[in-house]
């Protein structure tokens, strides 16, 4: 294991941090605040504003008495013990600023107590160089897998507070995540786009939306699109419904349709499988994802032809929009409000329109998905949009 942070400090480093310390006598260094930031999962619009948020109001909170440390790829450097001092300049300029400057990574949680062929405890290896780095406070960027690794850490003794990120929207207790506005722009922009080409040719057209196991992105993309069928995993389809619906469009006289399809879309004889069934079924699928499938189902049994368009990762990339550059920065800022009052073992999240700390125990394996009876599917459906149900 290779501790670079501390690789990179010269063999009188012990020495020279007492000495720094004791100089400091006077000045206030000696309450020196330690804190640890890192991003982990996939990434989001909204990373690099949320970072500059939490470090930007930390030195406004406690001034020069505060050191930043970065740590890489999210909970990988953690485990290596891979990361380096930041300093104030590090937070400017990346507001707009797409990705994350500190790097990310998956480490599923479910693997976290389990040790490999490696030999490794990855959860001794964080609390040691959490030690190691005698911070006071870690905080962690991420989704609902990171928000139960952050929670186990809490469990464990760490000082923890965390921020929800991602553009699926389905962290547990917050109304709001950042990156998901930005994801519904770029997706929706791509439902814009297809539109075009769909009425000129008079084709129907399948648009694949992220959102992992829930279906806040294409919902909220398919409606800001103007699409005609919205497919959820929360609203198992059935095949014949959409094809009634293309019907019936074709009699009405309209050529085109627009199909926004969640990546996690399931059809009703899916949605009764046990887990191990429905994951069986899905290897022998022929097909690479579920549009593609339905392309093939609904023009067998419609006569259409359908294309296919898989958008994917593009939904993650590039600039936060304005509604997210706003969030994380009240995000980070209430971050760093926690970790001056020491509440930590909180995630900061997005209530009424206030931010309020939620305990990490109570987001921690929870799954916030879309309720079928929301107001944007009750007004979807008031003007015609169908959910394949
Ligand atoms: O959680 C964000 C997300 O983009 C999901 O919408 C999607 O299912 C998944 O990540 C893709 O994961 P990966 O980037 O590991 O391919």
């Known amino acids: 294991m290779i501790d670079k942070g501390r690789a990179r400090t010269s063999s009188y480093a012990p020495a020279l941090f007492y000495l720094t310390r004791i100089l400091s006598y006077g000045k206030g260094y000696i309450g020196m605040k330690r804190i640890g930031i890192l991003t982990s999962g996939g990434d989001c619009q909204g990373l690099n504003a949320a970072i500059r948020g939490v470090c930007k109001a930390l030195y406004g909170e406690f001034k020069d008495g505060v050191e930043i440390y970065g740590i890489h790829d999210g909970y990988r450097g953690l485990m290596d013990g891979d990361y380096h001092r930041m300093a104030p300049q590090d937070f400017s300029g990346i507001l707009t600023l797409g990705g994350t400057i500190l790097g990310t990574s998956r480490q599923p949680f479910k693997m976290m107590r389990v040790i490999g062929d490696d030999n490794r405890d990855k959860v001794k290896e964080m609390k040691d160089t959490y030690r190691r780095m005698k911070l006071d406070c870690l905080v962690v960027l991420g ?3 990171t928000h139960k690794t952050a929670n186990l850490l809490s469990e464990e003794g760490l000082n923890v507070v965390s921020l929800p990120k991602t553009i699926d929207n389905d962290v547990w207790g917050t109304e709001m995540t950042f990156g998901f506005h930005s994801a519904v722009e770029v997706a929706t922009n791509v439902v814009d786009c297809i539109h075009t080409t769909a009425t000129s040719h008079g084709r129907v057209f399948i648009v694949e939306i992220m959102g992992h196991k829930v279906g806040w992105l294409p919902l909220y993309a398919g409606v800001a699109g103007g699409a005609d069928v919205i497919l959820l995993p929360e609203i198992p389809y059935h095949i014949d419904s959409i094809a009634a619906t293309l ?5 009405a006289g309209k050529s085109f349709s627009i199909l926004a399809v969640a990546e996690g879309a399931l059809s009703v004889e899916e949605s009764k499988l046990s887990k191990k069934e429905f994951k069986a079924a899905r290897a022998r699928m022929q097909q690479p994802s579920i549009s593609y499938r339905l392309a093939k189902e609904i023009s067998e049994k419609t006569g259409q032809e359908i294309r296919v368009t898989v958008p ?78």
């Open 143 to 145: 989704g609902n897998g």
């Open 247 to 251: 019907e019936a469009r074709n009699k």
């Open 312 to 389: 994917g990762h593009f939904q993650r990339g590039g600039s936060p929009c304005a509604y997210d550059r706003v969030l994380s920065t009240r995000f980070g800022t209430a971050a760093a409000k926690l970790i001056k009052e020491q509440k930590y073992g909180h995630m900061v999240a997005l209530q009424n329109g206030a931010i309020v700390p939620v305990p990490l125990g109570e987001v921690a394996g929870k799954l916030k998905t879309v309720p079928v009876d929301c107001e944007e599917i009750l007004s979807a459906r008031e003007i015609g949009i169908t959910f394949g149900d």
